[in-house]
């Protein structure tokens, strides 16, 4: 992997943000209103979009959290002590799928990564390959971590996961979502602080059905019971679907044009002027006063007038 380029954090850059002007004293009805009215049809006919890239070594039940996630069959999940070969390519995987629920399609895209960490020990905690992943992802998408297969560590051992890699993020400076410099007003901060603490959410994938005092609940069967993936005493399963579909997934997406692929562009933009010039170059840099003002003729024009002057 090559060395970690340096580019721009995305907390600088700033979202833009709503207007500070005071209201104007009105004498009548408008119809302003009438404009919630208008993106809510607009959202229900052209329906919305979501990617979601997983990371993470085979055998951690990626293909399940996201079937859990969405309740939908998205990928098929490997049988139970089944190894599955080691990829001989680290290729990326996308599938698409349409989902709707009551009249509200959701095209959505999930990108799996096999291969990745597989032939690295992993003694619980983060790798240097984890690091420098986080890194790189942190900088140029919202980067969500959780602990996968929570149900394998005891109270204990999660809190003390959890909190051995909060402190490792914060030694090598990975700024998972959300971020603080994007808190906007009070109440934001005070839920995302709350969510920030819970980073990485320890969770539990399951998507099949059992029968639990009489109701029907997602889980996964064990000798010692049934782990209900929506029960809050189980595992945090809760807190990271609420934060990617129920309450943040407008502000991903928001986050991801706004300000992560704006930086992309920027990058590209300023390494497109270290590439040799060949055919069809175009030079963004601004143009001089003086080229405003009294622009020189061009290549074309002088050529011709060269040429007319050789001619006589």
């Not at 098929?76 to 989902?99: A, N």
């Not at 059992?210 to 109701?215: I, M, Q, S």
Request: aromatic residues 6%; charged residues 25%.
């Amino acid at each position: 992997m090559e060395p970690l380029r340096q580019s721009p954090s995305p907390c600088p850059s700033s979202r833009p943000s709503s207007p500070r002007t005071p209201p104007c004293e009105m004498f009548g009805h408008v119809g302003i209103e009438a404009v919630l009215d208008q993106l809510k049809i607009k959202a229900m006919k052209m329906g919305f979009e979501f990617n979601i890239m997983v990371v993470g070594q085979s055998g951690l039940g990626k293909s399940t959290m996201v079937n859990t996630l969405f309740k939908s069959k998205m990928w098929k999940t490997t049988v139970p002590g089944f190894v599955m070969p080691i990829p001989q390519t680290l290729q990326l995987h996308s599938v698409t799928h349409v989902i709707e629920e009551k009249g509200v399609k959701l095209k959505l895209t999930v990108t799996d990564t096999p291969g990745f960490g597989d032939q690295i020990n992993n003694d619980r905690c983060l790798r240097p390959l984890d690091i420098e992943c986080l890194q790189r992802l942190c900088r140029t998408v919202n980067v969500v971590p959780v602990i996968a297969r929570a149900d394998s560590l005891t109270i204990e051992e999660r809190e003390a996961f959890r909190r051995r890699i909060q402190q490792n993020m914060r030694v090598h400076g990975i700024d998972v979502y959300p971020q603080k410099c994007f808190d906007e007003d009070i109440n934001d901060k005070i839920l995302n602080s709350k969510i920030r603490d819970r980073i990485p959410f320890a969770v539990v994938g399951a998507d099949r059905e059992h029968l639990v005092n009489g109701r029907c609940v997602l889980g996964r069967q064990t000798k010692w019971g049934i782990i209900e993936v929506e029960n809050m005493a189980h595992c945090e399963f809760p807190l990271l679907r609420d934060l990617l579909i129920r309450s943040h997934l407008q502000d991903l997406k928001d986050i991801t044009h706004n300000v992560h692929y704006e930086n992309y562009r920027v990058i590209r933009l300023n390494e497109s002027h270290l590439l040799p010039r060949g055919p069809g170059w175009v030079n963004l840099a601004p143009a001089s006063a003086r080229q405003l003002t009294s622009p020189g003729p061009s290549k074309a024009c002088r050529r011709a007038r060269d040429g007319s002057e050789d001619g006589f």
